[in-house]
């Protein structure tokens, strides 16, 4: 009589347990099924929040903004993606495009040299040394970091009082004479906003970089050396053409990055609108949601054919 | 005959003070020029090493190294007459194979037909000749390994190094590259330097072998020398099989105290010893292996096992004792070679 109660118990106990091993079992047997599963709510998330809202955006862009009205209305033109080609757009654009160019090249040329240091000379304390130093800058606010180069680069600041120490200020107003980079003062030219824009997009550089040098086995470069080929021959053929997709990984962010900025160009530089802040006021005070579409659009196009043009240079031929 | 590659009192040690490890220590070698001369040793003996400062790769910390005669210690690898193919062959993955092939001639500035031109009938030599537009991440292990023998003689070394070439490559694929790699040296007449750490690829291709261990040479002889007149103990377990019997039990049966080594192959027991076994010891079987065409005996004769291997013909297979089954071991007086302490004094 006593056992009974213990018995029934220890039956649906093993209920319970055979159900959860049918379950397993059967999710083992079903790859599939477990699969889905797994996958169904991140692919539900990036689909939706990713894609959806892209595809709105790009939606969007075709949307007619009456001038008049100040409003938007669902019936689709081209009008917006002929209209960035006017005279004062296309200037913005090309404006942000060779500023992304010139910080790409810079963050190449800069970012190389350390992630070769790192992954070929360091020890492995150095290395770590080097990934915390380049890793800590983006620990900190992207914000805090702009408004700091403000007051670096201004008359008052650290790079001015030193150049003036150095009595090398002469040649610094010499450099911002120069039209194109050049401005009145350090902090409103655009040689001030290329190195903020350096500065702050450099670590995007040298990660993948690194990875991609890192992945190169030391024996191919020695097999260049054992077959003839001098440092700079080896670096040519085998090292660099095998770390370029790398390179190109660090300058889709670089380039996307400073395409996409719109304070830096806020808070530095002299006057003239990049494609971000176009893309803020259109779609801020003026509300011309098509336009700042239309707009947003172009950084994705530039990078397409970007792509494109690496490709077709041989840069994924190592992949 | 020319000298190729002469190490004098050559050293390589990494670290300093206690912590010290001498990869290589105060080595001297004569590899003569158009032999097939083998480096063998376990992993950590120093061998690879040895290739390594011969390839440039790495730089001796005294001592001279020689190539031709040419003092080469502080000569980086691409002023070196000497190719490599390398334990993973090391093939640039971004070219096809026809560019890797040419890479040495093309770096020297050769114009590109005849770089090509080249590149071809090396792969010709290696049975590759319509490969040349393959990616190596298409071709099988024993591709490759052709390709990286055809990248490096390409460049008509005076010599070859090859460091266990064939270690990835599975038995048989491996024997046949054996034969091929032979018929290779014989046709060219350079001089190949082989490391390997498997005793049966050294002794079946090369014309000397060098044994390495600890970073120190053990002996350097023919095969047929190396493997019947071991100089230490370690040689004559590290090459073949060895039974090595030293202290007491030597001294019973030798009358001596110094150790000697015995192969297993040489034992028999009583019943099929000829006059001339002369060497009688009793023991007690212990395990018995079946190896297919062999079988290995192994008996205990206090404080020792001696191993003995028997061909399984009908007649030994008939008289095969059974385990703890007491027996006795013969064999001929002049199959034991008595043994010099190994340089590291393990044996």
Known sequence: MQSAPASSCLQAVNKTAGIKRWIANTLYRKNTVFLLLLLTPPLLWFGVVYLGSLFALLWQSFYTFDSFSMSVSPDLTLENYRSLFEATNLDIILRTLGMAIAVTLAAALIGFPIAYYMTRYGSRAEQGFFYVAVMLPMWSSYIVKAYAWTVILSQQGVLYWSFRHLGLLPVLNEILQIPGIGGNTLATSNLGRFIVFTYIWLPFMILPIQAALERVPSNLLQASADLGAKPAQTFRNILFPLVFPGVVAGSIFTFSLTLGDYIIPQLIGPSGLYIGNMVYTMQGSIGNMPLAAAFTVVPMVLIFIYLALAKRAGAFDAL | ?347
């Open chain 2, 1 to 347: 005959m020319a000298i190729a590659v002469e190490f004098s009192a050559v050293s390589r040690h990494y670290g300093a003070g206690i912590e010290t490890v001498r990869a290589l220590d105060d080595v001297s070698i004569a590899v003569e020029e158009g032999e097939f001369f083998s480096m063998l040793g376990p992993s950590g003996s120093g061998k690879t090493t040895c290739l390594r400062l011969i390839a440039g790769f790495d730089q001796p910390s005294s001592g001279n190294i020689r190539i031709f005669g040419k003092e080469a210690a502080g000569a980086p690898p691409y002023e070196r007459e000497v190719n490599t193919v390398f334990q993973d062959y090391a093939l640039f993955p971004h070219m096809n194979v026809l560019d890797n092939v040419a890479y040495g001639l093309m770096v020297k500035g050769i114009a590109q037909s005849e770089c090509h031109k080249r590149a071809e009938q090396a792969l010709e030599l290696v049975a590759l000749a319509d490969y040349g537009k393959r990616k190596p991440g298409e071709l099988s292990g024993g591709q490759r390994q052709r390709v990286a023998l055809a990248r490096a003689l390409v460049n008509q070394p005076r010599v070859l190094l090859l460091d266990e070439p064939l270690g990835a490559l599975d038995l048989k694929l491996r024997e046949q590259m054996q034969m091929e790699l032979k018929t290779l040296h014989q046709k060219l007449g350079i001089t190949f330097i082989y490391v390997t750490h498997d005793q049966g690829e050294a002794l079946s291709m090369s014309d000397r072998v060098a044994v390495f261990n600890r970073g120190r040479i053990e002996q350097i002889d023919p095969p047929r020398k190396l493997y019947t007149q071991p100089r230490t103990g370690f040689v004559a377990d590290f090459v073949g099989t060895a039974n090595v019997v030293s202290g007491d039990l030597a001294q019973q049966i030798s009358g001596s105290r110094q150790p000697f080594s015995i192969r297993p192959e040489h034992i028999v027991i009583e019943s099929d010893a000829s006059p001339n076994h002369t060497v009688k010891v009793a023991g007690r079987v212990v395990d018995i292996q079946y190896h297919g065409a062999t079988s290995k005996i192994e008996v205990d004769i206090g404080k020792h096992t001696l191993a003995m291997v028997v061909s399984n013909t009908e007649h030994a297979e008939a008289q095969l004792p059974e385990i703890s089954q007491s027996i006795t071991l013969c064999w001929p007086q002049s199959r034991m070679v008595m043994l010099e302490t190994s340089s590291d004094g393990s044996r």
